[in-house]
T-cell receptor, first 109, second 114 residues
Framework: GQNIDQPTEMTATEGAIVQINCTYQ??????LFWYQQHAGEAPTFLSY??LDGLEEKGRFSSFLSRSKGYSYLLLKELQMKDSASYLC??????????WGAGTKLIIKP | SAVISQKPSRDICQRGTSLTIQCQVD?????MFWYRQQPGQSLTLIAT?????????ESGFVIDKFPISRPNLTFSTLTVSNMSPEDSSIYLC???????????FGPGTRLTVL
């Protein structure tokens, strides 16, 4: 079966760095997406990786290793507004998105 | 990215009734999807709304319970039929330029069934 694993919850301190991991097992691979979802709001697109390596976008970076079935989202200089759930989703060979359960990130002052 | 609106934003409904949720996009999009998200859980795809033809439903979802229309490239509706409390959830539409592009989400419809 297809599976996406990410931690349920993480806590970090304002100003620090946090890494949210995602491992996946899917039938085929056509890219990995990270979304941010604040409580009570819709998910918003953060990043897309289809090739191995690191993609940097401001304070957020996303890394992919296809051979390991592994990705991480790195958030630097954490701000209180970064408190949200972070969803990892993988597009399989049928171009269907398989969603992880999300990681709830709690930022403490 | 496209601007997506959904109506209603929330509703409280009685068991056995039906509710139709509308999704409007400000530009033509190829792909439109309907998701359900129960509290504290991730997204579950209900179906892909196909313009001019029947929607493609995921396992566990059927047309009789969740009829979907997509009359053009900017609009779709999802009906939740014969509702029960188990249908209480947030329903989200999303759009994408193609099969392999990122999806953009509408604000969601929060449905409570009593």
């Amino acid at each position: 079966g297809q599976n996406i694993d990410q931690p349920t919850e993480m806590t970090a301190t304002e100003g620090a760095i946090v890494q949210i991991n995602c491992t996946y097992q899917t039938s085929g691979f056509n890219g990995l997406f990270w979304y941010q979802q604040h409580a009570g709001e819709a998910p918003t697109f953060l990043s897309y990786n289809v090739l191995d390596g690191l993609e940097e976008k401001g304070r957020f970076s996303s890394f992919l290793s296809r051979s390991k079935g592994y990705s991480y989202l790195l958030l630097k200089e954490l701000q209180m507004k970064d408190s949200a759930s972070y969803l990892c989703a993988v597009m399989d060979s049928n171009y269907q998105l398989i969603w992880g359960a999300g990681t709830k990130l709690i930022i403490k002052p | 990215s496209a601007v997506i609106s959904q109506k209603p934003s929330r509703d409280i409904c009685q068991r056995g009734t039906s509710l139709t949720i509308q999704c409007q996009v400000d530009s033509q999009v190829t792909m439109m999807f309907w998701y359900r998200q129960q509290p504290g859980q991730s997204l579950t795809l209900i179906a892909t709304a196909n313009q001019g033809s029947e929607a493609t439903y995921e396992s566990g979802f059927v047309i009789d319970k969740f009829p979907i229309s997509r009359p053009n490239l900017t609009f779709s509706t999802l009906t939740v039929s014969n509702m029960s409390p188990e249908d209480s959830s947030i329903y989200l539409c999303s759009v994408s330029a193609s099969d392999y592009n990122e999806q953009f989400f509408g604000p969601g419809t929060r449905l409570t069934v009593l």
